[in-house]
């Protein structure tokens, strides 16, 4: 009891289905007490930092596969996946 009267204290925990998004759609930003659309850059970060986006796996507009150096492919794929990218039969040894 507060000044004779009763209340009760509620915690919300933090949400795991960020960024959330409203009915209609829209993304909002909260700044202080109210809410704003967010940019585009805040909704890619927003993205990112909840995993939903990784920008390994985006198509870089204008590469080709030559422009792969394909030990370096390699090196990477093993250290990540642990396994020959050579075993895949896409790319060969250079």
Same mark, same amino acid.
């Given at each position: 009891?507060?000044?004779?009267?009763?209340?009760?204290?509620?915690t919300v925990e933090k949400g795991t289905g960020r960024p959330?998004?409203? $009915? &209609?759609?829209?993304? !909002?930003?909260?700044?202080?007490?109210?809410?704003?659309?967010?940019?585009?850059?805040? %909704?890619?970060?927003?993205?990112?930092?909840?995993?939903?986006?990784?920008?390994?796996?985006?198509?870089?507009?204008?590469?080709?596969?030559?422009? $792969? &150096?394909?030990?370096? !492919?390699?090196?990477?794929?093993?250290?990540?996946?642990?396994?020959?990218?050579?075993? %895949?039969?896409?790319?060969?040894?250079?």
């Amino acid at each position: 009891m507060v000044d004779g009267k009763s209340f009760y204290m509620v915690t919300v925990e933090k949400g795991t289905g960020r960024p959330y998004q409203t $009915l &209609d759609g829209k993304f !909002l930003i909260r700044v202080g007490s109210t809410n704003r659309h967010a940019t585009k850059e805040e %909704l890619s970060r927003l993205f990112q930092a909840a995993g939903l986006v990784h920008f390994d796996i985006s198509p870089v507009e204008g590469t080709r596969a030559d422009d $792969l &150096d394909p030990a370096k !492919l390699h090196d990477y794929w093993q250290g990540y996946y642990q396994n020959s990218l050579w075993r %895949l039969g896409s790319w060969r040894a250079a």
